[in-house]
C-alpha cells in the first residue's frame, strides 16, 4: 500500500476560475496571484503538482452536430494553453515549473511519465498535468482525482468559481444551504454535482480528501494548507 506524502498537494484550478469577471480568455492578473501563492507554498515546503481545465477557452460541443470526442479533444489543447500560461506565470516568480503532457506534444510539454513527475515533485519544481487523461469522456475533475492517486498526494484543492459546496445554486436561490463538511457518499446520494461521478468514486476508492473554495482571494490556497477552515472539505468519512 502506497503512504500518502503529507506535503504533495495537487492544486485543481478551473478554467473560468482564472478568467474572473471576463468569463473567457484569462486574467493575467488572476494568474499572477495564484502564481505568488503557489511560490509561497513552495517557499513552505510543499511539493504542488497542478490540473486546470480549460473552460475559460472550450466547454463541451458547440454544435449538436460535433462529435463528442472531438470536442473533448478541443478542451484538452484548451487545457495545455493554460498550463502554458501558468508555467510562465510561475517561472517568472523564480520557481521551476514543468507542463508534462497526456497527449505527446514534445515541443511545448514532457509526455507524461509518473516517475518522472514524482522524480520533479521531490526535487521541488511545480508539476502541471495537462491534457486531461489524453482520452474523451473524462472531465479534469477525473483527472486531478487520478494524478493525485497516482503521485500519492495527500489532498486536492478544488478551486473553483464558487466558495464552497451548496444544496442549490446559491446564485439563484437565497436560501441555499452551505456545507462545510460533507462525504463522498453524502454527495454522490444527494446528487450535488460539484465534481462529477466519476472522480468521487474514484478520491472515495482512495480514501483522499478534498476542498472545494472559491479563488475570489487566492490566499485562501495558503489559508488551507495552514489547516483553516474555507470552504468544504469531502473525505471518505469524518
Do not use: C
Not at 499572477?32 to 486546470?52: H, R, S, T, Y
Not at 452536430?65 to 478542451?75: H, W
Not at 520557481?95 to 516517475?115: C, D, F, G, L, Q
Not at 479534469?140 to 498526494?153: M, N, Q
Amino acid at each position: 500500500m502506497n503512504i500518502k506524502n503529507p506535503k504533495r498537494i495537487l492544486l485543481k484550478l478551473s478554467g473560468e476560475a482564472i478568467a474572473k469577471e471576463h468569463g473567457t480568455g484569462i486574467d493575467f492578473d488572476t494568474l499572477e496571484e495564484i502564481a505568488k501563492e503557489i511560490k509561497n507554498a513552495v517557499d513552505l515546503g510543499f511539493e504542488i503538482a497542478i490540473v486546470i481545465g480549460g473552460g475559460n477557452f472550450w466547454r463541451g460541443r458547440s454544435s449538436k452536430d460535433m462529435d463528442r470526442s472531438t470536442a473533448d479533444y478541443m478542451g484538452m489543447l484548451a487545457t495545455v494553453i493554460n498550463s502554458l500560461a501558468l508555467q510562465s506565470t510561475i517561472e517568472n516568480l523564480g520557481i521551476p515549473t514543468r507542463v508534462m503532457s497526456a497527449i505527446e506534444m514534445n515541443k511545448i510539454a514532457e509526455p507524461y511519465i509518473k516517475r518522472k513527475a514524482v522524480r520533479h515533485l521531490e526535487k521541488k519544481r511545480v508539476v502541471i498535468f495537462s491534457a486531461g487523461t489524453g482520452n474523451p469522456f473524462f472531465s479534469t475533475d477525473t483527472t486531478a482525482a487520478l494524478r493525485a492517486a497516482e503521485i500519492d498526494a495527500s489532498k486536492i484543492l478544488f478551486a473553483k468559481n464558487i466558495d464552497a459546496v451548496y444544496d442549490k445554486d446559491p446564485k439563484l436561490f437565497k436560501d441555499a444551504k452551505k456545507f462545510d463538511k460533507l462525504t463522498y457518499k453524502e454527495i454522490i446520494e444527494k446528487e450535488l454535482q460539484v465534481i462529477d461521478l466519476t472522480a468521487a468514486t474514484l478520491l472515495n476508492d482512495n480514501d483522499i480528501p478534498i476542498n472545494i473554495f472559491g479563488l475570489n482571494e487566492p490566499s485562501n490556497i495558503i489559508r488551507i494548507l495552514n489547516g483553516e477552515s474555507i470552504g468544504t472539505e469531502i473525505r471518505r468519512s469524518f
